[in-house]
């Protein structure tokens, strides 16, 4: 099965799991989004990303071309209500 297809079952098992309203306004969400021109401004592979300066867990600043210059970086974003 390629990734494609599972992802696609995962998506169909999930709109079971949610009520129409609510498949509806994520619908509607994700329209927004589409619409916003915000696909646009994304990186794509392979693009080097711009320096920028974040907070980490404990609250210090940490600055991307700081921890390149000891090696590669993995970036995580975490998302969600908290």
């Known amino acids: 099965m390629s990734l494609q297809e599972k992802l696609d079952a995962i998506k ?3 709109k079971s799991k949610h009520p129409p309203e609510r498949r509806a306004l994520m619908g509607r ?3 927004e ?3 916003s021109g915000i696909m646009d401004k994304i ?3 392979g693009t080097k990303a711009p320096d920028f300066t974040l ?3 404990n609250g210090e600043d940490v600055n991307l ?3 390149l210059s000891k090696g590669k970086v993995v970036l995580t974003i975490y998302r969600g209500k908290w």
């Open 33 to 35: 989004l589409q619409n």
């Open 12 to 14: 169909e098992r999930s």
């Open 29 to 31: 969400s994700i329209e």
């Open 43 to 45: 990186l794509n592979v």
């Open 65 to 67: 071309s700081a921890l």
């Open 55 to 57: 907070k980490n867990q």
